[in-house]
C-alpha cells in the first residue's frame, strides 16, 4: 500500500506541472479561435494575439512603462507606510492585552470595509493628489500585516514562554529572543499579502481618480470602447501580480530554510 502511494504520488508530481502549463495554453487558443471565427464579438473580447500586439506597441511607445512606473511608485510608498504600522500595531495588540481591548472594536469595525469604499473619503480629505493615492494603499496592506502579525505573537509556543519565566528571563529580552523569533513567519506572510493587496488598491484608487497609472489606462480605454487596451491592461495587472506574490514567496521560503538552518547547525 505505501509503494502504491508513494509510485501515485510520484506520477502526480509529475503530470501536474504539465497540467498547470497545457490547461491555460488550451484557453488561450480556445479563446483565439472564438474571438477570429465569429463565437464571441472581436470588439467586445479581443483575441490574444491582438492583445498581444496592443502590449508590444504600447511597449514600443513607453506609454505602459511610464504608467506602471507610477503606480509602482505609489505602491511602494503606500506599502512601506502600511506594513510598518501593521507589525508596529499588531505587535502592541498582540502582547499587551489592554491595547488589544482598547483597538480590537476599531479594527472589527475598520477591517471588512472594502478600500474602494474609502475612496471617496479619502478625495474628500486628501484630494486626488499623491497623498490620497498613498493613503490608500496604505490602509489596504495595513490589515493582512496586522493580522498575521497579532496571529504570529498570540501563537507563540507556551512552554517557551514557560521557560523564560522559570529562568526569569527580563521581559525585553523575552520579546527579542523568543515572541520576534517565532511570529517572523506569520509576519512575513501577512507582508506578501499585504503587497498583494496594496496592488489591487492603487489600481482600484487610479481607476477612480487619476490622471496617470495602470488603474486609469484601464478607465481612459472603458470610456474610448478601446477594448484592446482594456483587456491588456488586466492581463499586465494579474501578471505583475503573479510576479510580485510568487517573487516574496520564494524570499519567504528562502529566509526560513535559511533561519532553521542555522538553529539546526546550533
Known sequence: ???????????????????????????????????????????????????????????????????????FGRVACGYVIGAMCGVAVGFLMGL?????????????????????????????LAGIGFSSKVAIIAFGSFWPVLLNTMHGIQTVDNKLLEVAYTYRIRTSKTILRIIVPSSIPAILTGLRLGMSNAWMSVVAAEMIASSTG??????????????????????????????????????????LAKTRGIIDSK
Open 1 to 71: 500500500m505505501f509503494n502504491l502511494k508513494t509510485q501515485n504520488s510520484a506520477r502526480q508530481n509529475k503530470i501536474l506541472p504539465v497540467i498547470a502549463i497545457v490547461f491555460p495554453v488550451l484557453v488561450i487558443l480556445f479563446w483565439q479561435y472564438a474571438s477570429t471565427h465569429g463565437l464571441v464579438k472581436a470588439s467586445l473580447v479581443p483575441a490574444p494575439l491582438t492583445i498581444a500586439k496592443t502590449f508590444l506597441s504600447y511597449i514600443e511607445s513607453g506609454k505602459l512603462w511610464k504608467n506602471l512606473s507610477v503606480s
Open 96 to 124: 499587551f492585552k489592554p491595547v488589544s481591548a482598547a483597538l480590537n472594536g476599531i479594527v472589527s469595525v475598520l477591517r471588512p470595509i472594502p478600500t474602494i469604499a474609502l475612496v471617496p473619503i479619502v478625495i474628500l
Open 214 to 255: 495602470i488603474g486609469y489606462l484601464i478607465t481612459l480605454s472603458r470610456e474610448t470602447a478601446n477594448a484592446r487596451v482594456m483587456y491588456m491592461c488586466v492581463l499586465v495587472i494579474g501578471v505583475i501580480g503573479l510576479i510580485i506574490d510568487k517573487g516574496l514567496t520564494r524570499l519567504e521560503h528562502y529566509y
